[in-house]
């Protein structure tokens, strides 16, 4: 069998030295930019009217400027009135918007100036961070106009934690962090470089590794004692190790060098000792740790270098799994045939191996870990269950059970509902109101496992069943206990509650069935243990005894309200995520829709302003942010609240809301509990209407823009959005990347669009298109 090869030693040592953070500049359309041409129209246009010296609000006079980099204080103006720009902070939110691509323009001008003066480097290493990841022109991006053919810089990719688990190597700990922030896209491959900790935290891997092999007596053939062993059995072990670490036979240069080396290490020290050593030096080396995208393959015309063949297993593999490519069969066959080596080959294997997973439905599986991976980065909701929620609050708020594992496991299930189904994808993530809840994801299964439960319930036998079910496990604890036995009162009682809960179980079932109730069957694999964990969705609750109130589904996803629900932002593992500990985060869940959906900027909080919201029990939070519309705060948080209050409609739980309470006092009551119920009842309680309202602001269409009634109506405007379907493809471009977008990735991502339009919104053809694109198959 054809194993995958070795990498240039050579082009190793050539890739430190062309790592793609010195090669972001040289990807600049060649087109040169003047001042007259260019700025100066702009300026007149939009700028001077207060930038002319005459202004008390605006000190700097625009019609005195120079405009020669060569003077620091100069470069510097320019930076910042670029960043005002890049950030909308400038032209002021009442004047009239400037035409996107004439900004762009003024901004590149900017940087093509930096470029000529020698002091670009700075900030072209800042747009590598992810932080700075919608800083290219959205609008050039694209335009079409850009001409430059897409690449990506040569580089080495260390590995992922998730790579590293996947390896087999017992519960040694990865020595490989994201050094990304904890939301977004993770894997940044320019800003993973080894440093001197990673390097002894692998070795220390390799240790624990090598130390829990040693306990199972893998290497007692090389204790002390035995026989000596011959070179071929040297050989052939080293050959299945150097197979476990790096992922590929070694080459005849490389298994005579390891064999040398195991036998100076025998000879210095014991067989055992001497084995380790030389599986820790296999952990070193560079293809253990990155990696390896140089382009070995054709070079064009352009100064572009194709991928190899085996260059591009790799990648392929890495993009959609955490295997080498000899683990996976469809990139393995493709690769041993000859038939991986163009745009046509790499589109062919990563459509088949999306066709053998999505199409099953099967995107939560382990064959393509990376699809579900972007969406969970994409939207953040699996960090649901680390924002604390204090379990007074639970109980206060009528929230019998805070399972945020299930509220995940349903947002999974509704993405890989609408993976299969592969049409109009974007669209429905953010505005489907079909869900599923409790449910094992497969109709047929359901079905079936839900006539079994049903008839095992109602048959006649079934407290007797129950009862002898608890007796033999009262009998099996019995012989295994020597001390402390049951007595046969304790028996007796015990199995009366074994009696008792059947009973309850059979008269809940039957009770549902005669009012027309599908009964959760409870217990059935893949189901869950009850329907406590179902608050959020203003569902009624029932644990395993309790009379059910839910008419569960049987066949899912299930219609939500259309009015308060739109796809995976109005869901709870959502909302639960970009939520605090004791209420909603608007702040936060607006700059994930600008971010994510808008393609916005964000400027850092400065440092001398006090970013905490006020207290008052008398307002809600809402109220509470009006501090905020300060002229100070609101040049940046006008594009931020708009679209984060919107969400107001939600409780931090994820429930649905119409109204706030406030009690005599005129206190604010978030309680649901039987005291609010109380309360209520008495009519000791007031009302106000939630508001929810919100703006629509930079999507570039004047039809998405505007104001919006709540964040359901929000997103069925943005949706649909070309803004937001070109700001996902960006995520998902920069997701399978490792890298932000350079404007010589323009056409890469003008022809995803495209094959997803073509295709009926299918993520497939986005995915397949991304992954045979030049910006995915060449390096320069």
């Avoid at 009162?489 to 059947?502: P, T």
């Amino acid at each position: 069998m054809r194993r995958f090869g070795k990498q240039s030693a050579l082009m190793v040592c050539v890739a430190v030295l062309v790592l793609w953070a010195t090669g972001t500049a040289s990807a600049a359309p060649k087109a040169v930019l003047t001042f007259e041409k260019t700025v100066e129209p702009f300026l007149v246009k939009h700028c001077v009217d207060c930038h002319d010296g005459t202004s008390k609000k605006t000190q700097l006079n625009l019609e005195s400027v120079k405009h020669d980099f060569s003077v620091g204080k100069t470069a510097d103006l320019w930076v910042e009135a670029m960043q005002m720009l890049q950030f909308d902070e400038m032209p002021p939110p009442k004047k009239k918007r400037p035409d996107a691509i004439a900004k762009a323009n003024v901004i590149a001008w900017v940087l093509q100036e930096l470029d000529k003066s020698g002091r670009s480097d700075l900030y072209h290493k800042k747009l590598l961070a992810p932080e700075y990841g919608n800083w290219v022109s959205h609008e050039k991006l694209f335009s079409g106009e850009i001409e430059t053919l897409p690449f990506s810089p040569s580089r080495l990719w260390r590995f992922s934690p998730a790579i590293f688990g996947s390896k087999g190597f017992g519960r040694a700990r990865s020595p490989f962090t994201y050094v990304t922030p904890e939301t977004g896209i993770r894997d940044y491959a320019t800003m993973s470089q080894v440093d001197q900790s990673t390097v002894q935290m692998m070795l220390i891997a390799a240790e624990q590794f090598l130390e829990e092999r040693e306990k199972k007596g893998e290497f007692k053939r090389f204790a002390a004692g035995q026989p000596s062993l011959q070179e071929q059995e040297l050989s052939d072990t080293l050959r299945r190790e150097f197979l476990r670490v790096i992922g590929r036979d070694p080459s005849p240069a490389e298994g005579a060098k390891y064999l040398a080396f195991l036998k100076k290490n025998i000879a210095a020290g014991s067989g055992i000792d001497g084995l380790k050593t030389t599986i820790k030096a296999m952990f070193l080396s560079p293809e253990a740790i990155y990696r390896m995208e140089f382009g070995l393959g054709d070079a064009d015309e352009h100064g572009r270098r194709h991928l190899s063949p085996e260059e591009l297993a790799h990648a392929l593999a890495y993009a959609l799994t955490d295997q080498a490519p000899d683990r996976t069969k469809v990139i393995q066959l493709a690769y041993e045939k000859g038939e991986l080596k163009t745009s046509e080959d790499a589109a062919r294997v990563v459509r088949q191996m999306l066709e053998e997973e999505l199409s099953a439905g099967k995107s939560r599986g382990r064959q393509l870990p990376r699809i579900m991976r972007f969406f969970e980065e994409f939207f953040g909701f699996d960090r649901a269950g680390e924002v604390f929620k204090d379990n007074e609050r639970k109980r206060r708020e009528k929230i019998p059970q805070w399972n945020t594992s299930f509220l995940i496991r349903d947002a999974k299930l509704l993405i890989g509902h609408i993976l299969k189904r592969d049409r109009d994808v974007i669209a429905q993530l953010l505005t489907t109101n079909r869900y599923f809840i409790a449910h094992p994801g497969d109709n047929q299964y359901a079905k079936e496992a839900y006539d079994a439960r049903i008839a095992e319930i109602t048959a006649p036998g079934y407290v007797a069943a129950q009862v002898a079910m608890a007796k033999e496990q009262i009998d099996r604890r019995q012989e295994r206990t020597v001390a402390e036995k049951y007595s046969p009162e304790e028996i007796e009682r015990r199995l009366d509650d074994a009696r008792k809960n059947a009973e309850k179980t059979v008269l809940k079932f039957k009770t549902a069935l005669d009012e027309g109730i599908n009964p959760f069957p409870n217990g059935a694999r893949g189901m869950g243990g009850d329907l406590l964990y179902i608050a959020p969705y203003n569902l009624p609750t029932n644990n395993r005894i309790e009379q059910q109130r839910w008419n569960w589904p049987i066949e899912q996803p299930l219609q939500m309200p259309k009015e308060q629900r739109a796809g995976l932002l109005t869901h709870p593992a959502w909302l639960a995520a970009w939520s605090l500990n004791d209420g909603n985060d608007p702040i936060h869940r607006g700059i994930w829709v600008r971010e994510r959906l808008l393609a916005g900027v964000i400027q850092d909080v400065p440092p001398d302003v006090d970013a905490n919201v006020p207290t008052d029990p008398h307002r809600t939070l809402r109220e509470r942010l009006d501090v905020i519309r300060a002229e100070r705060c609101w040049n940046c948080h006008r594009k931020i609240n708009p679209l984060g209050e919107t969400f107001e409609m939600f409780d931090d739980w994820g429930r649905y809301r119409t109204h706030h309470y406030f009690n005599e006092d005129g206190e604010l009551v978030t309680r649901r509990d039987k005291e609010f119920d109380k309360l209520l009842a008495a009519d000791k309680l007031k009302t106000r209407e939630v508001d929810a309202s919100g703006a629509i602001t930079g999507s570039g269409d004047a039809e998405v823009d505007g104001d919006v009634r709540n964040a359901v109506d929000m997103l069925h405007r943005l949706g649909r959005s070309e803004r937001a379907r070109h700001s996902f493809i960006r995520h998902l471009f920069r997701y399978f990347m490792g890298r932000n977008e350079m404007l010589s990735d323009s056409k890469t991502l003008i022809e995803a669009e495209q094959a997803y339009l073509e295709n009926g919104g299918s993520f497939k053809a986005l995915v397949v298109s991304l992954l045979s694109s030049d910006s995915f198959l060449y390096r320069r």
